[in-house]
């Protein structure tokens, strides 16, 4: 059995990352941080896990790291850098949610979050942990890094495509919605039901800080182009939709993009490329890790729509952390995992 500690425990990512590993046959979860909810109960702080035998919620400094095998890190970009870096000095691994250590260059990351990373020297040994395409590099790994929610979302259904040559250099465009959640637990006014409810709208339009980020991977798999991304709040509490226009390059047809895109994704367990006709839902991974893509046709010959769908605090942070822990440990990346999506 590892032992894990989670900090930011009393967060929306903190709390989806203690109901997963409840049902974890490796992991026992031995402490669980908070700030302003510290010294609780954790069934105070979240009603649903009441009853359940789970420690009290300590101050991150509190917690003893030598107990600890494992900590899953779910603070809000920016607070948990230095904490972090304390707990590789005791711990075996960190898996790192929040968005600290996805970008590897420190200078880009000051430029994207406004403030020097106080911890560069970790960037670079890091893993970009988008699981399907860090396989090779997760066993052993110490710092994982999860990718943001939307490019979780979207670099599933795009990188397939890139690392086959299938699109053209021209600007891909993303557009992309998400629940409420992935704005976090914490009251603020613009998530307020009356604000949220009963409409949608973009926000960061043109300059969201994810852009950077899946521009980064797209150009590690060779797409070296910009790209236009408009995020859009809805009113849904979990899920996240991104739809990606491309224009396919050469012969490449849509139905070849599709058998393409099955075949790359036939052996993870998380992902699946829907049949032609289908079409993908929040409502269908809610809850659950996985991921559904669809390959279709515009009306544009020569170009493709591809939409995925998943639930941002499952696999787009915390389902996606453990499927990470659990390939740095040479285990089944399903262990844990195995939920069904909660529909209807
Ligand atoms: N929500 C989502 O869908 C996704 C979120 N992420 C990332 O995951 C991370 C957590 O997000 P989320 O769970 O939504 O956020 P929440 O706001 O819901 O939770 C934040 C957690 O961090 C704690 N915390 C806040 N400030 C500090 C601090 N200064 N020191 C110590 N602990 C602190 C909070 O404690 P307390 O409440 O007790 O004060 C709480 O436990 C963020 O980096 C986010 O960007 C990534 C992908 C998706
Ligand atoms: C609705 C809402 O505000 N969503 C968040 C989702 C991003 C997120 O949580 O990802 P990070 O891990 O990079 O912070 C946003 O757009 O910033």
Redesign the pocket.
Known sequence: MKNAAIFGASGYTGAEAVRLLLSHPNIRIKALSANRHADEDYGDVFANFAGQDLPRTQAIDDIDLLDIDVVFSCLP?STGQAAIAKALGHVDTVID???DFRLSDPALFEQVYGAPHSQPQFLKDRVYGLTEFARDSLLGARLVACP???PTCALLALLPGVQAGAFTQSTLIIDAK?G?T??GRKATLGLHFSEVSDGAHAY?IGN???APEMEQELSRYGYASPISFT?H?VPMNRGMIATCYVELSGDTSVNQLRALYADRYTNDPFVHVLAEGDIPQTRHVRGSNQARIAVCADRVLGRAIIISVIDNLTKGSSGQAIQNYNLTQGWDETLGLETTALFP
């Open positions: 970009h949610v929040s968005a943001g929610c939307f998400t409420v992935g704005a960061a969201h800080r994810h995020p709040l």
